[in-house]
């Protein structure tokens, strides 16, 4: 295999399993803080017992989700030099910043709210579940803002470099900071990613709480932990698709062959039809067996069926992402967003008749739903990454310029075998940790001197 | 060479040494870890830097991100020039960081002896690679035109970047030594103090071999036009021998908090001894000089800099009340429990 293939597959595993864990972690640091929060203003020590339980949680994911960071930073260097020596004057700012600006507020306060519990006051611990949670929130920008600008770079020009061997080389230079930064899709992305990370944290929540009354464990605390999150669930899976939406429109005017093979859409035209189902069929450059409604995605674009949408066939071959995978993955995406709004809908119904936690179908349907949230977090961004392609940077530099020329394939092999070895282990072990917790539930309510149970 | 490229220059030497002041104390204290006896013991030198360790780490993220930044060609020849080591960097970080975390998790001997283990070897292995990059960074690298490192892995493994690797073990293992003796106390404040004392002698002499083998190398590079420039490096190759007796007094009178500032000086002044020595280079190119990356030809756009420059003098003081309050908060003794 080459190089370029295999310093790919490295990327998209390494980055694909990290992301399973700061989305978990954004999500959970808000629960956290919102339990926090109710105890400070009210002292009911349920909320204390729901924050402690969640906050053991949330440190079993977040320390994979750190030893794994490491990796990323060091695979644009290790991996993809001359990707680094193109991006450089603007990629490497937003990282240097999510360490300053991000990084230590979160890693600084975690300390306290893991460690410091009987070193600090109760109103220094509500603050640093705040600035924990703000802190993993913060960093999510500045890498989205990073990754936003390979999607639609902006506050740049491409200047020809004279080496001092004599080489001449291509480079992007900076000429607006705040627009390389704001790019045209920064915002959405980050909206989007932040939600469908919420997502992920009262989801998972709702779920796992709901498998513990099935299982006769903990049910109070149970019951309780499923209340809280029902409705934020609601509000950010909705939340999540408006903004889904929104950042769907901006695809169709910055990154046209994105949006098209999103959609599947060969032919230039009005009346874009939208597929539901079917097969792309690349060879061929049609559909296989696809169920349409016709004129949906010229109307989601321009807000009428007379739109006109750019398809597949204005794009060179070469120019095109690989429709197939892309296709599969917006639309696995766009499904799992759709189950997500039913299950918390049902939910909140159930809940204001008090009902919540009174029916097996539902205790089920939630508790097979906890694994969704992470399937659509990283089926979305797969849709986003393939969809860029064939560029690393769209339409400036091609993936396949991008990788390191000193490294070869027996070396990427051999790390990628080191990676895929740890990171199961990794994973096998956060499944039974968790199990573990699970099992062991809360910690009993800490009675007052005087009291007795 | 322009004063702003000159400054990142110094500030991604800045958050380098805070790096190895900082998690160099951590590491050093997983060097240790396998040393104490006592499971009770264990637990303590774990606790001494749980609430820390995470933040400390969080400056070579940092370092890494303002490098890739400020000098892009850098960052690029030299993290796939070093890629297997890299790679062997981020295994030890990553079992490191899991144990940390894991290892109180179950309650189980064999559970918390394998994480024990992780936690030592992942200590250990960066310790000694960190020296290793540095010392191959001071001999200057084989590249091509367009500043890719040619020479393949086995080349990396050289006697004076080997060399640097024991320096760097035997710094940060002294450092964490230190450490523990300010941070703990009675009979095990007592055995690192002891172990402080024999690792000095370590070190000391492997520093002087490996300054001796620099020199002779000629690797501290010339400035044009700047005579003086090959003073500043032995200066601080002198304040660092000079920190570093401090420190081994601090110790002699078990003044442990003493000992670790001083400590943390001399990871500084050693640091600082190898950027000086460098610069005006990042990177000497040993097969053709010209190749060479240095500050003037391989940084950002003016504007880059300048940009990065703002973010630094907003974030680093705020990072800095970060450290420090973080330390005041947990700035109690670490008690051995009784097993």
């Known amino acids: 295999m080459d190089a370029v293939l295999l310093a790919r597959i490295q990327f998209g595993l390494t980055i694909g399993f990290h992301y399973i864990f700061p989305p978990m972690t954004i999500g959970l640091g808000w629960m956290i803080f919102h339990y926090n929060n109710r105890y400070q203003e009210n002292g009911n020590e349920l ?392 099992h062991k539930g809360p910690d009993p309510i800490e009675m007052t001197e005087g009291e007795v149970a | 060479m322009t004063a702003l490229q000159v400054t990142w220059f110094l500030l991604i030497g800045i958050l380098i040494i805070g790096y190895a002041i900082l998690d160099g104390f951590d590491l050093g204290v997983g060097f240790w870890h396998l040393f104490a006896k006592k499971k009770s013991e264990r637990s303590a030198f774990i606790h001494s830097i749980e609430p820390f360790w995470d933040g400390n780490e969080v400056w070579l993220l940092t370092g890494g991100g303002a490098l890739f930044a400020a000098f892009p060609p850098v960052y690029a020849s030299v993290f796939s020039g070093f890629y297997l080591a890299m790679m062997l960097v981020l295994l030890g970080l990553i079992f490191r960081a899991v144990a940390i975390e894991y290892r109180d998790k179950v309650d189980s001997p064999a559970w918390t002896r394998a994480w024990d283990i992780a936690f030592a070897v992942g200590s250990v292995l960066p310790s000694i690679l960190y020296g290793v990059a540095i010392g191959n960074v001071v001999r200057g690298l084989e590249l091509n035109a367009l500043g890719d490192y040619t020479a393949g892995f086995f080349a990396l493994l050289n006697p004076f970047s080997l060399l640097c690797g024991l320096v760097g073990l035997s710094m940060f293992a002294l450092h964490g030594a230190f450490y523990l003796s300010m941070k703990l106390d009675g009979e095990i404040a007592a055995e690192a103090r002891g172990w402080a004392t024999k690792t000095w002698y370590v070190f000391l002499v492997l520093f002087m071999v490996a300054v001796t083998m620099g020199l002779r190398g000629g690797y501290i590079r010339a400035w044009d036009g700047v005579d003086f420039k090959r003073f500043i490096p032995m200066a601080t190759i002198l304040l660092a021998l000079v920190s570093n007796s401090i420190a081994f007094m601090f110790n002699k009178k078990e003044k442990g908090k003493g000992a670790f500032i001083a400590s943390s000086c001399t990871i500084a002044f050693v640091m600082l001894s190898v950027a000086t020595a460098v610069f005006p280079y990042m990177v000497f190119c040993t097969n053709d000089e010209a190749w060479s990356l240095t500050v003037s030809n391989s940084s950002s756009s003016p504007l880059t800099l300048f940009s990065m420059l703002i973010i630094a003098l907003i974030g680093m003081p705020i990072v800095l009340g970060y450290t420090w309050f973080i330390h005041h908060i947990f700035r109690a003794k670490v008690k051995v429990h009784k097993d």
């Open chain 1, 47 to 438: 909320y204390h017992q729901l924050a402690k339980f969640w906050t053991r949680i949330f440190a079993i994911t977040f320390i994979i989700g750190v030893a794994t960071g490491i990796t990323m930073e060091f695979q644009f260097g290790t991996n993809w030099a001359n990707y680094s020596r193109f991006v450089g004057d603007i990629f490497g700012a937003p990282l240097a910043a999510e360490g300053v600006f991000a990084f230590f507020l979160e890693s600084s306060f975690l300390g306290i709210l893991l460690y410091g519990r009987k070193h600090v006051s109760q109103r220094m611990y509500w603050f640093s579940s705040l600035m924990v949670a703000c802190g993993a929130t913060l960093s999510a920008f500045w890498i989205v803002v990073a990754n936003s600008w390979q999607q639609t770079p902006a506050g740049y020009e491409i200047i020809e470099k004279t080496l001092a061997s004599g080489e001449i080389v291509r480079q992007a230079q900076l000429t607006n900071f705040w627009e390389a930064v704001f790019n045209p899709s920064t915002l959405l992305r980050y909206s989007h990613v932040i939600m469908s990370a919420l997502c992920v944290g009262t989801f998972f929540v709702l779920g796992t709480s709901a498998w513990q009354i099935l299982k006769g464990r903990h049910v109070e605390f149970a019951r309780a932990s499923m209340r809280s999150a029902v409705v934020p669930a609601f509000a950010v899976i909705m939340l999540t698709m408006v903004v889904g939406h929104h950042h769907g429109h901006q695809v169709s005017q910055t990154q046209p062959a994105k949006l098209a093979a999103f959609e599947g859409l060969w032919e230039t035209g009005p009346n874009a039809p939208l597929m539901l189902l079917g097969f792309p069929n690349e060879k061929e450059e049609k559909n296989d067996f696809a169920i349409q409604i016709p004129g949906m995605v010229s109307l989601f674009v321009g807000g009428s069926f007379d739109t006109e949408v750019q398809g597949l066939k204005d794009f060179a071959p070469e120019d095109r992402p690989p429709v197939a995978v892309s296709f599969w993955s917006f639309h696995l995406m766009f499904y799992l967003g759709m189950w997500f709004a039913l299950v918390s809908f049902v939910g909140v119904i159930l809940w204001l008749k008090k009902k919540l936690t009174s029916y097996k179908w539902y205790l089920w349907a939630a508790t097979l739903t906890v694994p969704l949230p992470f399937v659509a977090n990283e089926v979305g961004w797969i849709a986003a990454e393939v969809g860029r392609q064939p560029w690393v940077v769209y339409n400036e530099l091609r993936t396949s310029h991008a990788v390191s020329a000193s490294v070869s394939a027996g070396e990427i092999l051999a790390s990628m075998i080191m990676f895929g070895l740890i990171y199961t282990l990794l994973f096998c072990l956060w499944i039974f940790l968790l199990k573990k917790q699970f």
